[in-house]
């Protein structure tokens, strides 16, 4: 079953609880920023008050989307051993993550409530609300939250997650409701046809409808939902490269300029909340889109494949030589946007002899990675890195020293790696907008 958005993820879990939750003394609480979205239908369907809960993944230094734990509101702190272990992050790196997201923790509490005081849960049923689960540290660390605030019981409400983290996540919580249950999930974003980033705004604005006296029914559904950026239509689609059959999702507007091509990051796929917003974007300037997996499901199994940067250039290579196939990409020009290794990627392939690619961007990339090769590449460059992502930002600017075509090196204020900061995506997805179109008016120029 797939949801059409979060306001529909959130009728049907609205739907599945009001049968199975007959308290009177109820609390909904959702995960920023998505979750919202969906508590936000929930606690119209059970009329319940409706808040936000804070907790922050702590990511592994060297690929902060991997995360080791989590902390929330009231110093709950939750501890991923076995990540620990495996990717060898030290007490004082482990120290310096959980300081930096306390802090990222109480700004958000403060940009979300506002002024208003957090509704109390003491003895009270709390059903806490995200979008979907993937490893469960967030939601186990937001349960934990309200159990310190003395809630009488918790149940964990999501409209996706996986058997084995649903199962592990039944020691924190009185009970589980998930609505769908696939033993893959790769990706949240995989079961959403519209899985739009949702804005801080937008998460404001639901808490103040919800704390309104008249919420209850007071915002009609059509306002509530959260559309799609795009209104192109998207074609699914399927390329030969060597072995292996890749998936990808392409959208060329009428009178297309050029097609951009993304390359995702280590632990992402062509789901990606923040690529698609940026594919979004690009479309309604007139760019085509193509977001693709570079590696299958079994290949995303074994990790070295994820940090294969040749690899990965040659899989992209094999891509962008089938869409030049194709009589209407045959006279555009392609262009690169790389997240994470994938722009390490996107360069090496941009470096290869025989290459025409016009413009590459790099989203908090790891250009580094690309090595020697950098010094080939001669498509115009745009790394784009957040201030406060001081490990990458240094790694960017050590490789854009490297680079001898054309270049620019962005830095985002008080942005980190996620840009997950208020307006941050959004200036990338302007400052790519802006590359890819003036690159590629040049090149059809040209």
């Known amino acids: 079953m797939m ?56 990511g592994v230094p060297f690929q902060p989307e991997l995360g080791f734990g989590a902390v929330g509101e009231g110093g709950v702190r939750v501890i991923n051993a076995d990540v620990v272990r495996l990717a060898d992050v030290t007490r004082e790196e482990m120290a310096a993550v959980e300081e930096r997201e306390r802090a990222e923790v109480l700004r958000r509490v403060r940009r979300f409530r506002g002024d208003r ?39 964990l409400a999501v409209p996706v997650g996986t058997p084995d983290t649903i199962a592990g996540l039944r020691e924190d919580v009185d009970e589980v409701i998930c609505l769908e249950t696939p033993t893959v999930l790769w990706g949240i974003g995989t079961w959403y046809v519209d899985f739009t980033q949702a804005a801080d705004e937008r998460v404001v604005e639901l808490l103040q409808w919800a704390a309104s006296p008249c919420a209850e029914g ?26 292996v059959r890749l998936t990808g999702q392409l959208v060329i507007p009428e009178g297309a300029a050029g097609v951009v091509v993304f390359v995702h990051g280590s632990g992402s796929s062509r789901h990606s909340p923040r690529n698609r917003y940026v594919a979004s974007v690009l479309n309604r300037a007139g760019l085509g889109t193509l977001l693709f997996d570079l590696l299958t499901v079994e290949e995303e199994y074994d990790r070295g494949n994820v940090f294969d940067i040749e690899l990965l250039a040659g899989r992209l ?3 962008t030589n089938r869409l030049g196939d194709q009589p209407w990409a045959a006279v555009l020009p392609v262009g690169y946007f790389g997240a994470g290794t994938g722009a390490a990627a996107a360069l090496w392939a941009a470096a290869e002899p025989g290459n025409t690619v016009a413009a590459v961007v790099s989203r908090g990339g790891r250009p580094d990675l690309a090595g020697a090769r950098l010094a080939a590449v001669r498509a115009a460059t745009l790394l784009i890195v957040g201030d406060r992502d001081e490990l990458v930002l240094d790694l960017n600017q050590a490789a854009q020293e490297r680079l001898t075509c054309e270049n620019r090196l962005e830095i985002i204020p008080d942005a980190t790696y996620l840009f997950e900061e208020p307006g941050a995506l959004e200036t990338v997805a302007d400052l790519a907008r802006n590359w890819f179109a003036d690159h590629f008016n040049r090149t059809r120029v040209g």
């Open 317 to 319: 290579a094999q891509v």
């Open 117 to 155: 005081a957090s509704v109390d849960l003491a003895g009270r049923t709390v059903i806490v609300v995200d979008d979907g689960i993937a490893t469960g540290s967030t939601a186990r660390a937001a349960c934990r939250v309200a159990r310190a605030r003395e809630a009488a019981r918790v149940i």
């Open 3 to 58: 949801f059409v958005d979060r306001h529909d993820a959130g009728v049907r879990l609205g739907q599945r609880l009001a049968g199975l939750v007959t308290d009177e003394d109820v609390v909904v609480l959702g995960l920023p920023r998505g979750g919202v979205s969906v508590a936000f239908e929930v606690a119209q369907a059970l009329g319940a008050p409706l808040d936000v809960i804070v907790v922050r993944k702590l």
């Open 218 to 243: 007071a915002v009609p559904a059509k306002e509530r939902a959260v559309k799609s950026d795009s209104p192109e239509p998207v074609d699914e689609v399927t390329v030969d490269a060597g072995p």
